[in-house]
């Protein structure tokens, strides 16, 4: 599954497990319709592990984390389950570790569906699936959203209290200094410069400076933290680097333009490249492709602005413009690529970037520069993914493949996403 695609449940009694190359805790939400639980014991985690319909299972370090959904005992007025995944080591971030959740028929142990988040980082925990209902049908949709904050992040977000309490007993935990205290009386036998420790009392007093700390966790509550968005203006992007089309709270739903340019290295011969974009469903299936051989795809949701010869001038050398409003909602991935059909190898090649521009103002939202080169005739240069939610991320990818038409990208494009 890609991010955002669903598939309906075969199976009344469904288990979610989530594997890593490190332990992860797994853990489920009961939502309601407005996205929230209805109380604490909507949380089902290895400290609380039944709620009503859902259970976990722990795997014991030796076997994965698992949420069991049994959709026929699901109270009518929740509406979703979500399945979260957090690394077990404190601090420990998602960089590197690529979690899979596969949803399996609990009774019979096949699996129905697999999802892996694509090009996480900072992110100290994920919601990586749902399983939903949609009137009698019950269905399962890959999410992939990534917290900075950590279990306690997606907790708040969804109406959790329970972390709140974890912090109260920190200040109990200040007491044990004034404990400290009693090793004070030996000093005094050493001068009467005891007297002074009798000032030590008043580190009692500085627990009471320990209580600010519970203030800390409000902080906390920030969903998706570690994810850029356009808030800030222009994002400059460096490879597997990731930005939210999303801009005051809102997705970005507008036509933009994706300008790809390249100049020759070294003052060499005029480079004759070609830009394109794939685009994909959500079982990151080919749907179509737009390339300067068919300049207008998706009843003219992605157009193409012709070939571009030689790489000259200073702008963008082919321009490819994309509806996002008007994309079908079977579209959940666009893969932009540039290829070398005669031959040159990117070596040859300075200066290539891409760059995402909002059509109506002109302003350039994305930029990534390709800094590196590699002898080959082929590069997935970026990649848009609709989320669940329904706004696009797009992802710099800068990979190098043999290929010299858009038609062998294709299989090296479906495995980006």
């Known amino acids: 599954?890609?991010?955002?695609?669903?598939?309906?449940?075969?199976?009344?009694?469904?288990?979610?497990?989530?594997?890593?190359?490190?332990?992860?805790?797994?853990?489920?939400?009961?939502?309601?319709?407005?996205?929230?639980?209805?109380?604490?014991?909507?949380?089902?985690?290895?400290?609380?592990?039944?709620?009503?319909?859902?259970?976990?299972?722990?795997?014991?370090?030796?076997?994965?984390?698992?949420?069991?959904?049994?959709?026929?005992?699901?109270?009518?007025?929740?509406?979703?389950?979500?399945?979260?995944?957090?690394?077990?080591?404190?601090?420990?971030?998602?960089?590197?570790?690529?979690?899979?959740?596969?949803?399996?028929?609990?009774?019979?142990?096949?699996?129905?569906?697999s999802f892996t988040p694509p090009q996480l980082g900072t992110e100290t925990a994920l919601v990586i699936v749902e399983i939903y209902r949609r009137g009698d049908q019950w269905k399962a949709r890959a999410v992939g959203?990534?917290?900075?904050?950590?279990?306690?992040?997606?907790?708040?977000?969804?109406?959790?209290?329970?972390?709140?309490?974890?912090?109260?007993?920190?200040?109990?935990?200040?007491?044990?200094?004034?404990?400290?205290a009693p090793a004070a009386p030996p000093q005094p036998t050493a001068a009467p410069a005891a007297?002074?420790?009798?000032?030590?009392?008043?580190?009692?007093?500085?627990?009471?400076?320990?209580?600010?700390?519970?203030?800390?966790?409000?902080?906390?509550?920030?969903?998706?933290?570690?994810?850029?968005?356009?808030?800030?203006?222009?994002?400059?992007l460096q490879k597997n680097q990731t930005v939210s089309l999303v801009k005051g709270g809102r997705p970005l739903l507008s036509q933009v333009r994706m300008g790809l340019g390249w100049e020759p290295a070294f003052r060499g011969r005029d480079i004759d490249l070609d830009a394109s974009v794939i685009a994909y469903g959500p079982q990151r299936n080919a749907i179509d492709s737009c390339y300067f051989g068919k300049l207008s795809i998706l009843n003219g949701a992605v157009k193409h602005s012709g070939d571009n010869l030689t790489g000259e001038g200073g702008g963008d050398d082919e321009v490819i413009v994309v509806d996002?409003?008007?994309?079908?909602?079977?579209?959940?991935?666009?893969?932009?690529?540039?290829?070398?059909?005669?031959?040159?190898?990117?070596?040859?090649?300075?200066?290539?970037y891409c760059r995402l521009i909002d059509a109506a103002t002109g302003e350039e939202l994305v930029r990534f520069d390709l800094t590196g080169a590699e002898p080959q005739t082929g590069v997935l240069m970026a990649k848009l993914v609709r989320q669940f939610s329904g706004e696009w991320d797009m992802t710099a990818l800068g990979d190098f493949v043999k290929a010299r038409t858009v038609r062998n990208m294709v299989d090296p494009g479906a495995r980006a996403l």
Do not use: C, H, W
């Open 145 to 180: 959203q990534g917290y900075a904050n950590g279990l306690a992040g997606i907790a708040t977000d969804f109406g959790v209290t329970v972390e709140e309490p974890a912090a109260a007993p920190a200040a109990p935990a200040a007491p044990p200094q004034p404990t400290a």
């Open 324 to 352: 996002l409003g008007r994309l079908p909602q079977e579209v959940t991935g666009l893969v932009f690529t540039v290829n070398s059909f005669s031959g040159q190898k990117f070596t040859e090649v300075a200066k290539a």
């Open 1 to 113: 599954m890609t991010p955002g695609s669903n598939i309906p449940l075969s199976a009344a009694r469904v288990t979610v497990d989530v594997t890593a190359p490190v332990r992860l805790d797994v853990s489920g939400l009961l939502l309601t319709a407005d996205g929230k639980v209805r109380s604490d014991d909507d949380f089902i985690f290895y400290n609380q592990p039944a709620g009503p319909g859902v259970t976990y299972r722990s795997g014991g370090g030796t076997a994965p984390d698992a949420i069991t959904v049994d959709t026929a005992a699901v109270p009518p007025e929740i509406e979703k389950i979500v399945v979260t995944a957090s690394p077990d080591a404190a601090g420990q971030t998602f960089q590197g570790i690529e979690p899979t959740a596969t949803v399996r028929d609990a009774d019979g142990g096949a699996a129905l569906a």
């Open 195 to 236: 007297p002074p420790q009798p000032t030590a009392p008043p580190q009692p007093v500085a627990a009471p400076s320990a209580p600010p700390q519970p203030v800390a966790p409000p902080p906390a509550p920030v969903p998706g933290a570690g994810k850029i968005n356009l808030d800030k203006g222009r994002v400059s």
